[in-house]
């Protein structure tokens, strides 16, 4: 059984389809890049993995004592958040908010779990620093926390270097493939194909041309080397 | 001036009168960090006319209570508001205006057909701009102030964790199982109470500020939302105090009073937040 199985899923909004029969499967401990060119619903099938928007067609089940609450999240920064006067701590904390159910306050377990967070991703210093004024790489630091106080097991992640400079931008690749070491299995939307390729264990190729499976096949898949060739042209340009 | 002050304050209709103020002032506050940070800044301008609305058809159907109506009108508005803010094909503020005059219209048209009252435009103005009708307020009328508003602090504090992770992340809390669905509910009834209490003090055309005012001046002091809600509604409730005391010493009107209170506490905020920041 794996964690994830997606059979034959129309994915869109008001009952049109942006994207059809998507199969895949997610085992514990995968990391997953899902490509493709823009608008071709790679966002859509994220929100319809989290439940947020329901599938046209097809099923998503899960497996290995999984829930589809306990996927944690690290979706792209809104504007709301820019300038939200919270600590990194309230946010970190806010991950719990799943778990605690109809409880009105966060528990000491809880607390415990967001400190536990915090000083995994290194930020525990800056716990009572406002969000706003951290850098890009800090505040995705510090969803990437909330994301994990929501799961032990899965991470959905939207562009998570989309506004990064480069330094930043390893880090945060680097910090995500620990994660993924730690056996947290990693889905990850992306346009940067060179990172995908390189940390990626599996690929999910949507748009145009489908393809899943490992990324050793995809190089040599023609969805895989017509992408690989448009995006060559593109950084020439 | 103390001693006006102190023969004032042994009449028992200004003793409610700051009471009820204060309470609301308190009240309006606590949400008011909620749907500043969302965008729904206009949303207390909206559904106060939308109140007014609501006032103007009990009025013409003759109603004795006109709260009957007016409570659920506003709060049906309420929610529609605040669930069409997503994903709507009209956008959050376009709606809030539609709704907002559209009312506003309807309310003044009806009153104009079929009134029957001499002073017509003294009755718009005073649901407008707030009445004194503040000071007429009866022993009821303010046990009802003080149910509700023991309710909405209660309220508050209880979902207070759910109202921020709701208001940080909708999105993020609905994929890990948060019923946001619910808790935006409960945030627009709340505001739609809040709004048709805060009618009697400062009418409808200044509600917003009540809402707004208080939730930024103390956005500019701190950065942690804890912190932002305790100031906003501490700061919500000097002005309010302060104002109701300055009218009732300069016989000026109760609401705009309260709200010019409001605006120069934020002034001194942004200032302190300047100084702070640079220091």
Redesign the interface.
């Known amino acids: 059984m794996s964690l994830i199985t997606v059979d034959r899923l129309s994915v869109g909004y008001d009952g049109v389809a942006v994207e059809k029969d998507i199969s895949f499967t997610v085992n514990k401990g995968d990391y997953l890049c899902i490509i493709g060119e823009n608008g071709s619903g790679k966002t859509t099938l994220m929100?319809t993995l989290?439940?947020?928007q329901d599938p046209l067609k097809g099923t998503i089940s899960v497996g290995e004592g999984l829930t589809r609450?306990?996927?944690?999240?690290l979706?792209q920064q809104?504007?709301?958040?820019k300038d939200?006067?919270?600590?990194v701590r309230?946010?970190v904390?806010?991950?719990c908010?799943?778990?605690?159910g109809l409880r009105?306050?966060?528990n000491k377990r809880e607390k415990a779990l967001a400190w536990e967070n915090m000083e995994r991703l290194g930020i525990a210093g800056l716990a009572?620093?406002?969000?706003?004024?951290l850098s890009g790489g800090q505040q995705q630091r510090v969803l990437l926390a909330?994301?994990l106080c929501?799961?032990r097991k899965v991470i959905l992640l939207d562009e998570p270097v989309s506004g990064l400079d480069p330094k930043v931008t390893v880090e945060m690749y680097e910090l995500i493939r620990a994660l993924n070491k730690e056996g947290i299995t990693i889905m990850m939307i992306s346009h940067d194909i060179g990172a995908a390729l390189e940390y990626a264990s599996h690929i999910l190729h949507i748009g145009e041309n489908f393809f899943f499976g490992k990324k050793e096949d995809y190089l040599n898949s023609s969805a895989g080397k017509q992408f690989m060739m448009q995006q060559k042209g593109g950084d020439v340009q | 001036m103390m001693e006006k002050l102190a023969l004032y304050m042994s009449y028992s209709f200004v003793r409610y009168a700051v009471i009820v103020g204060v309470l609301i002032a308190l009240c309006s506050s606590l949400l008011g960090v909620t749907l500043v940070?969302?965008?729904f800044s206009y949303i207390g301008d909206g559904l106060s006319h939308v109140a007014f609305g609501a006032i103007a058809i009990a009025t013409v159907l003759k109603l004795t209570n006109n709260m009957v109506l007016v409570l659920p009108v506003t709060a049906v508005c309420a929610v529609l508001l605040l669930r069409t803010g997503q994903n709507a094909k009209i956008r959050g503020d376009a709606s809030i205006a539609m709704i907002s005059v559209g009312s506003l219209a309807f309310g003044y048209l009806l009153m104009n057909i079929s009134s029957t009252s001499s002073n017509l435009s003294g009755d718009v103005c005073s649901t407008l701009f707030g009445s004194m009708s503040i000071l007429t307020l009866s022993k009821e009328d303010v046990w009802l102030c003080l149910v509700l508003s023991i309710f909405v602090i209660i309220v508050f504090?209880?979902?207070?964790?759910?109202i921020?992770?709701v208001?940080?992340?909708e999105?993020?809390?609905?994929?890990?199982?948060?019923n946001a669905g619910a808790y935006n509910l409960l945030i627009a009834v709340i505001i739609a109470v809040i709004i048709v209490l805060a009618m009697n003090l400062v009418g409808s055309l200044l509600i917003s500020a009540l809402v707004i005012f208080p939730a930024l001046s103390s956005?500019r002091l701190?950065?942690?939302?804890?912190k932002?809600t305790v100031c906003s509604a501490l700061l919500s409730v000097i002005c309010a105090f302060t104002g109701i005391i300055l009218s009732i010493l300069a016989s000026t009107p109760v609401g705009s009073t309260i709200v010019a209170v409001d605006v120069v506490a934020f002034g001194c905020c942004c200032l302190i937040g300047k100084v702070k920041r640079s220091a």
């Open positions: 929100k989290l439940g947020l609450k306990e996927i944690g999240y979706p809104t504007l709301v958040q939200f006067p919270a600590t309230e946010i904390l806010s991950g908010q799943g778990r605690s009105p306050f966060y009572d620093r406002c969000y706003r004024e909330r994301a929501a799961t | 940070l969302k965008r504090i209880l979902f207070y964790n759910k921020f992770a208001t940080f992340d999105n993020f809390a609905r994929a890990t199982g948060t956005m701190f950065g942690s939302f804890r932002v």
